[in-house]
T-cell receptor
């Protein structure tokens, strides 16, 4: 496997279900990100992990819970979601250097989530 | 105010013609980075090209070039000799901030359709 992979690619869940999205990067990067892409809205940053430490939580509801066990894996645990949470969830990774805000983020194919 | 503005929601271009996708940005930082991504219908965000705020030359990557006009705060993407496979959504993004506090902000995108 190369690049950034995400599983599952498609997920349909009820509002009472608990599910997890998985992201894995094979690029040797040290930072990982979760984004949400809703129809007709710009991509929204949800969470950022640097060296496995969460450095950003962009006012995301607690029904979304990220986990980063190591620099190659990132999870997004979902529970009691709402229909408006239906969206494409994209994972990305990059190699961050101190003082250099120009690292390129590489994205996975996304998980298309539908909440019924 | 929007950080990234893409004023063209959709464009239709004849195959083999060149196309320019507009992007303007707003930042007070001296050091920042500008990116273009392509998103086909499959959903994956594909990195195309990057321009640093201190780079004096316009970035080029194969058929892609970035027309960077710093004083006007514009970073237009130029695709030469367009191909049918170029049909996709195109997003302009800006990275600003210091280490540990960077943000990547995306525009709303332009849907490019190449006509045979």
């Amino acid at each position: 496997e190369t690049g950034v992979t995400q599983t599952p690619r498609h997920l349909v869940m009820g509002m009472t279900n608990k599910k997890s999205l998985k992201c894995e990067q094979h690029l040797g990067h040290n930072a990982m990100y979760w984004y949400k892409q809703s129809a007709k809205k710009p991509l929204e940053l949800m969470f950022v992990y640097n060296f496995k430490e969460q450095t950003e939580n962009n006012s995301v509801p607690s029904r979304f819970s990220p986990e980063c066990p190591n620099s190659s894996h990132l999870f997004l645990h979902l529970h009691t979601l709402q229909p408006e949470d239906s969206a494409l969830y994209l994972c990305a990774s990059s190699y961050r250097l101190a003082g250099v805000p120009t690292d390129t983020q590489y994205f996975g194919p996304g998980t298309r989530l539908t909440v019924l | 105010a929007q950080k990234i503005t893409q004023t063209q929601p959709g464009m239709f271009v004849q195959e083999k013609e060149a196309v320019t996708l507009d992007c303007t940005y707003d930042t007070s930082d001296q050091s920042y980075g500008l990116f273009w991504y392509k998103q086909p219908s499959s959903g994956e965000m594909i990195f195309l090209i990057y321009q640093g705020s201190y780079d004096e030359q316009n970035a080029t990557e194969g058929r892609y070039s970035l027309n960077f006009q710093k004083a006007r705060k514009s970073a237009n993407l130029v695709i030469s000799a367009s191909q049918l496979g170029d049909s996709a959504m195109y997003f302009c993004a800006m990275r600003e901030g210091n280490f540990g506090n960077e943000k990547l902000t995306f525009g709303t995108g332009t849907r490019l359709t190449i006509i045979p």
